[in-house]
Structures are given as structure tokens and as C-alpha cells.
């Protein structure tokens, strides 16, 4: 077995599967893609706040919304309310990373296109295109890290539907008759959960299994008996997202509105944390969506990771998937990302508003039946 070396007529997987070699397809994250495309995370004022805040947790401060009780109809100089904030704070980011080792040895044994050099990251740093390729799927597996840990912290964090009074998801039955305008249902009542939770501009979905089905089918939808056509439906920015059905529950969808959640990131090899120091170089790169083949997701470009690059100079011991490996000379690379996720706090509203425990942030559960099996009948 050649192990990648460079036999005669050795070629690589990438060269002959294309965008279905397994290196080339890049992980959905839908959860995550939405965070930067529909919520617009890498240019927030939270975002720029946290870069700069390299310590210290960020506070976001905000003020609930009068309401009726604070309305008085007499004529009197008495003071209703006495406005107030309330806070949010941001505490420290989450962790991902994953790292690798090459030794010179075996790189010598790659051909020549794979000890070829080329640039990455800012500042940028020359590296061998073997260790490119191998930066790059690290990147991929902790983008799909990211998104898996987004998605665990989202779970606990929906907020109450005012038509139900409750966040742990509404029953949604996409089609049930085809026959009929069906106006207490389907797509329909989603839509008017839109206005009856004040939600402004287009809010964003996420989600998978029937969800995604329902997205297949509308591009096919046409001349309904009952004279609506869904592939008009407006505002249905949607996003897929396979690992929804796991961490939210079987046929689960979010519905966001813009501004109510938002990815934050945070780099620590920039500026004075940048460059050669010791023995390691510290730079960071986006995530190089167009080096993929497949799922690409134009949406993660701006996602941004730290990379340092450590070259063993002598033979030595390091850990390796937790054993003590004696190593010659090479290179260590490791990818890392700090990030963390804010949600609209549940209390933005008092306890007198009707949007009380709202947050711009509605979870669902499609279905095609009745909806009086497991796990729907849990959520009436």
C-alpha cells in the first residue's frame, strides 16, 4: 500500500471522485450558515464588541417595553412607570479545536504537487500543499463541532409561542388537506404566528426531515385543487440542517426572527497574538469554502479560525489520540476556534406584556398526520 506516496501512476481520490470524494464535501451547518447569512452575525455590534473584549465578559443592557398598565386615563401629575434596564451578560466563549502531526520524513515520500508550497491565513504563511489539505479538513470537522454545539445550546433557549403559551414546540401539520384552504394549519398558521409575535421583516427557518421535504416539494408544487400555490409561500428563508431531527427532536424546525440570535467569534491570533513566537507561527484564515466540492455554503466564508503551526525541531514525545508517541522531526498544526451564541433573553419583555417570554425565536414540529403519536401528542 503507497499510503499517498509517490508510486508510478499513483492518483488522488479528489482527481477521480470530484466534489464526491469524502475530503471535498463540506459539512452542513445549516444552523450556523443561517447565523451569518440571516442574521447577519459577522458585522453586529455584538460582534464587534466581543473581538475587543479579549477578558472580560460583555453586558448587553435592555429596557422592557410599557405596557397597558402603564397607561392612566385621568388627568393626574402621578408618575406610572420608572424606566429601568435589565442585563444580558456574555460570559466566556466556547472551545473547539483539532490538531495534527506530519513528520518530514513522510513528507519527503509525497510527491512533488503535494511538498509544493502555498499561502495561508493572515499574516499569511507558507505551507506545504499536503499540510494545506489537512488544515482544511480539520477546519471542516470543527465547522461541524461548531455547529452540533450551536445547535445543543439553541435546544434550551426557544421562546414562547403566544398562540400556545409555551416554547417547547408547536404541532404544524403541513398538508392536511389538499382539498381545502385550510387556514388554522400548515404554512398558513406559521405565517401567522409571524404577526401574532410581532416578528418584523422575513424571519429565517432551520431545520430538516419533513421540513426539508415540505422545501423539496414546494419547487414542484402547482395548480392545487384548493387554488393556493405554495411555491409563491413569501418569507421562507430556509435553511437545511440533518442534525436538527437528533438535537431538537424528530421533524423540528426553528423559525428566527432577524436579529434574535447571533453567532459571535473570537480570534486571539490577530494582531499582537499574530506572527512567529517561539518556535510556533500564529496566524488565522477564513474557512476556504471554494477549496470544496460539495454542500458548498458561500454563507461560511466569513467564518474565521486560529491556526498554529509548531515545528518539533529535535526527536521527541508528544501525545498522540492520547498515547505518548515518540516523533522525529515535523510539523504540528492546530486549528481552533473561541465562539459563543447570544439569544434575546426571555425577559426582554415585563411580566404584563403579552409578548412576555417571547424572543424571536419559534420551535416546531411538522407533520403529514393527525399528530396524536410520539413525539407530537407531547407537545399540545
Not at 269 to 278: F, N, V, W
Not at 299 to 317: A, G, H, R, S, V
Amino acid at each position: 500500500m503507497s499510503n499517498g506516496f509517490c508510486p508510478a501512476l499513483l492518483v488522488n481520490i479528489n482527481d477521480v471522485a470530484q466534489g464526491n470524494a469524502p475530503g471535498k464535501k463540506m459539512q452542513i451547518a445549516g444552523f450556523l450558515a443561517a447565523l451569518f447569512c440571516c442574521e447577519n452575525s459577522s458585522v453586529s455590534i455584538l460582534q464587534g464588541q466581543f473581538d475587543r473584549n479579549t477578558i472580560r465578559p460583555m453586558t448587553v443592557k435592555y429596557s422592557p417595553r410599557p405596557t397597558l398598565n402603564d397607561v392612566s386615563y385621568t388627568d393626574t401629575c402621578d408618575v406610572d412607570r420608572q424606566p429601568g434596564y435589565n442585563e444580558w451578560t456574555i460570559n466566556a466563549p466556547g472551545f473547539v479545536s483539532s490538531s495534527f502531526y506530519i513528520s518530514d520524513e513522510t513528507m519527503n515520500q509525497y510527491c512533488i504537487d503535494a511538498q509544493a508550497t502555498q499561502s495561508i491565513g493572515q499574516p499569511p504563511t507558507q505551507v506545504m500543499k499536503e499540510i494545506y489539505d489537512r488544515i482544511v479538513e480539520t477546519a471542516n470537522i470543527l465547522l461541524k463541532a461548531i455547529n452540533v454545539d450551536l445547535l445543543t445550546q439553541m435546544s434550551t433557549h426557544f421562546g414562547k409561542n403566544v398562540t400556545t403559551g409555551h416554547s417547547t414546540g408547536k404541532i404544524i401539520n403541513i398538508n392536511t388537506d389538499g382539498t381545502k384552504v385550510i387556514l388554522d394549519n400548515g404554512i398558513v398558521e406559521m405565517m401567522r404566528d409571524v404577526q401574532e409575535n410581532e416578528i418584523c421583516e422575513d424571519p429565517c427557518f432551520v431545520g430538516g426531515g419533513l421540513w426539508e421535504s415540505w422545501n423539496q416539494a414546494k419547487i414542484l408544487s402547482c395548480c392545487a385543487s384548493n387554488g393556493l400555490d405554495m411555491s409563491k409561500t413569501p418569507g421562507v428563508n430556509s435553511f437545511f440542517d440533518k442534525d436538527t431531527n437528533s438535537i431538537w427532536g424528530t421533524n423540528s424546525v426553528g423559525m428566527f426572527a432577524p436579529g434574535s440570535v447571533k453567532f459571535l467569534g473570537r480570534n486571539i491570533y490577530t494582531g499582537a497574538g499574530a506572527g512567529e513566537k517561539g518556535g510556533s507561527i500564529f496566524t488565522t484564515f477564513l474557512l476556504p469554502v471554494n477549496e470544496f466540492g460539495c454542500n458548498l455554503d458561500s454563507c461560511l466564508q466569513d467564518l474565521k479560525f486560529d491556526l498554529q503551526l509548531k515545528y518539533i525541531d529535535c526527536p521527541t514525545e508528544i501525545l498522540i489520540n492520547g498515547q505518548e508517541t515518540t516523533v522525529d522531526r515535523g510539523w504540528v498544526a492546530i486549528v481552533s476556534k473561541r465562539y459563543a451564541l447570544w439569544v434575546q433573553p426571555t425577559n426582554a419583555y415585563s411580566s404584563a406584556d403579552e409578548l412576555y417570554g417571547t424572543n424571536g425565536t419559534l420551535k416546531y414540529f411538522i407533520t403529514n398526520d393527525a399528530a396524536t403519536t410520539a413525539p407530537y401528542d407531547l407537545y399540545y
